[in-house]
């Protein structure tokens, strides 16, 4: 098991409403990656944070949002859900240098009715 | 964009037989290669992974080829074992921990 944790293990959101999902990074990781992973899909890169600052996005919109604390812990926020925002979103925790694995929590269940 | 593609969708193998994965990328500029177990309901684990300098790693039953100039690389089990069956996928990456772009998963089925 990996050292990175996220809050909630599940939710249920109606369509149109906010989220915010929670990852707690690996201790000695400074920087979280988000991904979404739709049923049946292998995970899609939604951004990533590295020294509180957005270090690269995915192919998703401004309404997918996050955050990062300076203990190195992240949020995502997501907006207007939509049905399509059903997934199991992942965080992963990696550092910078010449480590270059990533190591996933175990998600958080989001499903939109 | 990377775009990578993963090949067999399924794959069922007789215990104790070898597992092929096989993944080809599209960016030449790709230089990491992690192959991720995720089981049921669980997380992707990472169990191996290759540099752009290496063409074979090896862990125990599991081993790694990549071949940079046609730009596939595969993932290989051998004396599988029940605890074996899984999804597996591969990913690919340009520089260290950036964003990893993932093939669409092998689900690996080990009949006893």
């Known amino acids: 098991e990996t050292g990175v944790t996220q809050s909630p293990t599940h939710l249920i959101k109606t369509r149109g409403q906010q989220v915010t999902l929670r990852c707690s990074s690996q201790?000695?990781?400074?920087?979280v990656s988000w991904y979404q992973q739709a049923l049946g899909q292998g995970p899609q890169f939604i951004f990533q944070?590295?020294?509180?600052?957005?270090?690269g996005r995915g192919n998703f919109p401004p309404r997918f949002s996050g955050l990062q604390f300076p203990n190195y812990s992240s949020e995502l926020n997501v907006n207007a859900l939509e049905l399509d925002d059903s997934a199991l979103y992942l965080c992963?925790?990696?550092?910078?240098?010449?480590?270059?694995?990533?190591?996933f929590g175990p998600g958080t269940r989001l499903t939109v009715t | 964009g990377e775009n990578v593609e993963q090949h067999p969708s399924t794959l069922s193998v007789q215990e104790g037989d070898s597992a092929v994965i096989k993944c080809t990328y599209s960016?030449?500029?790709?230089?990491?290669f992690p192959w991720y177990k995720q089981e049921l309901g669980k997380r992707p684990q990472l169990i191996i992974d290759?540099?752009?300098?290496?063409g074979e790693k090896k862990d125990q039953r599991i081993a790694v080829t990549l071949n940079k100039t046609a730009k596939h690389f595969s993932l290989h089990i051998t004396e599988t074992q029940p605890e074996d069956s899984a999804v597996y996928f591969c990913?690919?990456?340009?520089?260290?921990?950036?964003?990893?772009?993932f093939g669409t998963g092998t689900r690996l089925t080990i009949i006893p």
């Open positions: 944070y590295y020294r509180e600052e957005e270090n």
């Open positions: 960016d030449s500029a790709s230089n990491y």
């Open positions: 290759i540099r752009s300098n290496v």
């Open positions: 990913a690919a990456s340009r520089f260290g921990n950036e964003k990893l772009t």
């Open positions: 992963a925790s990696s550092s910078t240098g010449t480590a270059y694995e990533q190591y």
């Open positions: 201790s000695g990781h400074n920087t």
